[in-house]
């Protein structure tokens, strides 16, 4: 909507509008195969309407529409083929001030398109014999949203939100290409700061689609929630908590065709402690739990049904020498176990420890040394019942050890401020030792990465990078076309 007449529009309103129109020169080509329309012609329209009736209130609505239209082959089917799309939105948003704001916006999207395709079945294989037919696909989509937040005072935010969604597809002589989705989603934010230096975040979320198809409809429903806080004692020390809890449900109306009725829990437990003892150290401790519970409903698919519960410490050391050389520490402790329901023979019990060091030194002028450490040791074993004990109890037996050990080293350099260069090199072993016969096996393994970087401006506005690589691995699982590779990349920029 444009007003009429010269100079500006009147206070409070405001509008575009654009319609174009393009024919399109490309030749159609036939090659006896399924064919979309080309665009022999086209037009498009957009509208936008503006309004602010109150400093507090405003509403805008938009069209927007495109209308196509081609000639399509098969065999010797030759027919003129239409494509359609018009979609309206609308908003509308009241304000109080900084602390309250409610906002309505929805919209509907239709289209519509047309191809020639052979007659299919009810599983979209073409039919024996089939002949060219014209078949049409129609989309329609629409929904609306409602959001709503409030700042009561400065210690408090508070947001809310639905959504509402509905879509369909049809298609003309397949309906096992018909679709229907409704979704609903809702969710709460609550920010506060009860006191200065603590903030706290709470996050809850209700959701659920319904998607129905050819074969089973199948509904799903979400359920989330997520608890976080924040408090800092001092400048160097700071306390972290959070929570999370997460459940899925899978519901299919056919269980005779898709019987993967399931039901997911997570959850999640962590408290961390970070602080900077000195200006050249920093710390960080954190202990984590999970559970993530994986249920079939059907008892044909409940064999798989299992818990698996994770606990995990983990430290981090960062140390920074004038600002120039630099080491980092990583510990991780971690404990899995997989509970099975009704299988527990398949009960499994995995233990990892990890110890991860690097650091990075510069010899002279551009020239930097980067060192690096791994160790990683696995244990895994099961869950039996134990010959040697009356009763025969269910004992945990390690079944075998893991023993990973790498080494890195790599040396860099800038030559003439745009000329790089970087090599680096990494060697390792894997030991496996199985506690059921006392075998071991070792498995050694490298890699030697050298690499070149030319990074040039040019012309006051562009760019050059040339940039080539060449990676040699040695090992037993390095696959022949990858023992040794060339990476030559280019990249020109300009900027017009």
């Known amino acids: 909507a444009t007003p009429s007449g010269g100079g500006d529009p009147p206070v409070g309103l405001g509008g575009t509008g654009n319609e174009t129109a393009r024919p399109n020169r490309r030749t159609p080509e036939n090659k006896g195969g399924l064919r979309r329309p080309p665009a022999d012609g086209a037009r498009d329209f957009a509208a936008r309407l503006d309004l602010n009736p109150a400093e507090a209130l405003s509403f805008t609505t938009g069209y927007s529409g495109a209308r196509g239209t081609g000639t399509g082959e098969l065999l010797d089917l030759r027919d003129q083929l239409e494509t359609r799309r018009d979609s309206i939105n609308v908003k509308t948003e009241v304000k109080r001030g900084t602390a309250i704001t409610l906002s309505f916006s929805g919209g509907v999207l239709e289209s519509t398109s047309e191809r020639l395709d052979f007659k299919r079945d009810d599983i979209n294989v073409v039919l024996p014999d089939s002949i060219p037919i014209k078949e049409r696909t129609l989309h329609r989509d629409w929904g609306g949203d409602i959001d709503f937040s409030w700042t009561p005072a400065a210690f408090m935010d508070l947001s809310m939100g639905f959504s509402y969604k509905e879509g369909e597809k049809r298609v003309s002589n397949n309906e096992s290409q018909a679709k229907d989705d409704i979704s609903e989603n809702f969710d709460l934010r609550l920010g506060l700061r009860p006191w200065k230096d603590q903030v706290i975040d709470v996050h809850l979320k209700d959701a659920e689609s319904f998607s129905g198809q050819y074969t089973s409809d199948k509904t799903t429903r979400l359920r989330e929630a997520q608890f976080s806080s924040n408090q800092s004692f001092s400048r160097s020390l700071k306390l972290t908590l959070d929570a999370y809890f997460f459940l899925s449900q899978d519901f299919y109306s056919n269980p005779s065709k898709n019987p993967q009725d399931r039901d997911q829990l997570k959850e999640r437990y962590t408290v961390t402690v970070s602080g900077k003892a000195f200006e050249w150290l920093t710390a960080e401790n954190s202990v984590a739990y999970f ?203 300009y900027n017009f």
């Open 291 to 493: 559970l993530n519970r994986d249920i079939m409903i059907r008892e044909s698919k409940s064999i798989s049904n299992k818990d698996k519960t994770t606990l995990t410490w983990n430290s981090r050391l960062d140390y920074n020498f004038f600002q120039k050389f630099s080491v980092s520490q990583n510990m991780e402790v971690k404990v899995s176990k997989d509970d099975f329901v009704f299988t527990e023979e398949q009960n499994a019990l995995t233990r990892e420890s990890t110890l991860l060091t690097s650091a990075s030194l510069p010899l002279y002028g551009s020239i930097r040394l980067d060192v690096g450490h791994e160790f990683k040791l696995r244990q895994l074993g099961s869950f039996l019942p134990d010959p040697d004990v009356a009763g025969n109890p269910e004992t945990f037996f390690l079944s075998r050890r893991v023993k990973k050990e790498d080494f890195r080293l790599g040396f860099s350099a800038t030559l003439l401020k745009y000329l790089k260069f970087s090599i680096k090199e990494g060697l390792g072993r894997e030991v496996t030792y199985y506690y059921t016969d006392g075998s071991e096996e070792t498995v050694p393994y490298g890699s030697l990465d050298t690499g070149l970087v030319y990074d040039r401006d040019f012309l006051g506005a562009g760019k050059l990078q040339i940039n080539l690589q060449h990676q040699a691995k040695f090992g037993k699982f390095v696959r022949e076309n990858q023992r040794s590779l060339w990476i030559p990349t280019l990249s020109i920029e």
